[in-house]
């Protein structure tokens, strides 16, 4: 069974760069799309984008400016930067395996924007 | 701009209930639309994918079904652990979109 498991840190101060990283067990991160999606308060779900095992990313639009998504196959993980934070990317954020069809997720790790 | 309408935004009802949540496309996705089951602290599920296709080790009681624009989810018998909330979601169109969720709660 495919385990994916975020990580990073919980408060990130306005302005700066909120980074996570999901770490992939029980199966290898060399195939398959990496898609991360966050939760916002009161706001529902919006996809941020996914990453190819070989790191071509493709982004939401909305966040396309401020967002890189990047795979390191040795570690079986993949990452996720977003720079100038805001009170508006407060939310849970869920890495989730699959180009739009997503069968494994993490739990979800919260990630409040805050000074 | 491309939209996806669910509803009810929430809904009670009860133990061995019926219960049906409607997604609407603003477009037509085909058969494009995945239903997920999200719980507080835990990884969301996903139900049913390929919009009527029940994923492995899901309850039977789960059931999906549409095709273009107008999509279902349907429990046939409510359970309490059922109680959660449920998006629909496409897979058609980038950026990938989801309804805005239905909350579901036992009465």
């Known amino acids: 069974q495919v385990h994916l498991q975020e990580s990073g840190p919980g408060l990130v101060r306005p302005s700066e760069t909120l980074s996570l990283t999901c770490t992939v067990s029980?199966?290898?991160?060399?195939?398959?799309?990496w898609a991360w999606i966050r939760q916002l308060p009161g706001s529902g779900l919006e996809w941020i984008g996914y990453?190819?095992?070989?790191?071509?990313?493709t982004y939401n639009p909305s966040l396309k400016s401020r967002v890189t998504m990047s795979v390191d196959t040795s570690k079986n993980q993949f990452s996720l930067k977003v720079t100038s934070v805001t009170a508006a990317d407060t939310a849970i954020y869920y890495c989730?395996?699959?180009?739009?069809?997503?069968?494994?997720w993490g739990q979800g790790t919260l990630v409040t924007v805050s000074s | 701009d491309f939209q996806m309408t669910q509803s009810p935004s929430s809904l009670s009802a009860s133990v061995g209930d019926r219960v049906t949540i409607t997604c609407q496309a603003s477009q037509d996705i085909k058969n494009y639309l995945n239903w997920y089951q999200f719980k507080p602290g835990e990884a969301p599920r996903l139900l049913i994918f390929d919009a009527s296709k029940l994923e492995t080790g899901v309850p039977s009681r789960f059931s999906g079904s549409g095709f273009g624009t107008d999509f279902t989810l349907t429990i046939s018998s409510l359970q309490p652990e059922d109680v959660a909330t449920y998006y629909c979601q496409q897979y058609d169109l980038l950026p990938r979109t989801f309804g805005q969720g239905t909350k579901l709660e036992i009465k």
């Open positions: 989730t395996r699959g180009g739009g069809t997503w069968q494994y």
């Open positions: 990453v190819s095992y070989i790191g071509s990313a």
């Open positions: 029980a199966g290898s991160i060399s195939t398959y799309h």
